[in-house]
């Protein structure tokens, strides 16, 4: 007997809810019209940073999705921000309490060893929980930068990036070309412990990540655009949670 893959998603928070107007959990649809269609059950996790109740999260689910959002704290990764760039951070609206919960869910994914995808904001926190580090702001810090932040075209392919050849990201999309949507500010810049780009836009931003050792974890791909908006016409974009969740229906399997 087998049973559909369950998928434990990291939310984003809302500053004002619609119940009596305090933060709110937030997990946009597309990213769960993405895992049903290929056939995993979406779970939000909760709003919690408890490390017991994390690990328990995390033991009961077959695979994990860290979605876009707010800004990474910097403190997590800087010694401190000059003048020109405070003004460009907008951090979570729960004083960092997520970004706490991912530190946990990342450091207990790895300790269980569950596949995982990561989204925009989700590389990110990745390449940070790995003692990596980001740049704050691509306009003020990269000369001649792609306009990055496109929020008007969020369904569109704004700029190419270009894939390495024989990475899992080559191999599962079947190009070493892709046309992505951009909706960020920020992105990778030292790269954490054990990843390696795989892809990169034309002004060298990193636009996905995967493992150095790929026997680490049973999948880990991260990018810095958004698949889950991008699933309409030649498929090619479901294709990245399709692997995600084949990966985790084999972890479904080990857990009947």
Known sequence: ??????????????KKGDEFGDLSISLSETYQQALMACGAIPLPLAATTSRELIAECVCRCD???????????????????????????????DKGARDVRELTLIDEVFRQRKPLLGICRGQQMLNVALGGALVVD????????????????????????????????AKITGATTLGVNSTHHQAVSRVGE????????????????????PGRLPFLLTVQFHPERMLDGDGLFLRIFESFVRAAAQRSKKNL
Do not use: F, W
């Open 1 to 14: 007997m087998t049973r559909p893959p369950l998928i434990l998603v990291s939310p984003n928070i809302e």
């Open 138 to 169: 691509i306009p003020a810090q990269i000369p001649n930068a792609l306009a990055h932040n496109d929020m008007a075209r969020k369904t569109d392919r704004v700029h190419s990036v270009r894939v390495s050849a024989g990475s899992m990201l």
């Open 63 to 93: 695979g994990v999705l860290l979605t876009g959002g707010e800004d990474v704290d910097p403190r997590l990764y800087g010694n401190g921000l000059p003048p020109r760039l405070r003004g460009t951070v907008t951090v979570t609206p």
């Open 194 to 213: 054990g990843l390696c780009v795989v892809a990169r836009s034309g002004d060298g931003v990193i636009e996905a990540l995967e493992l150095k050792d």
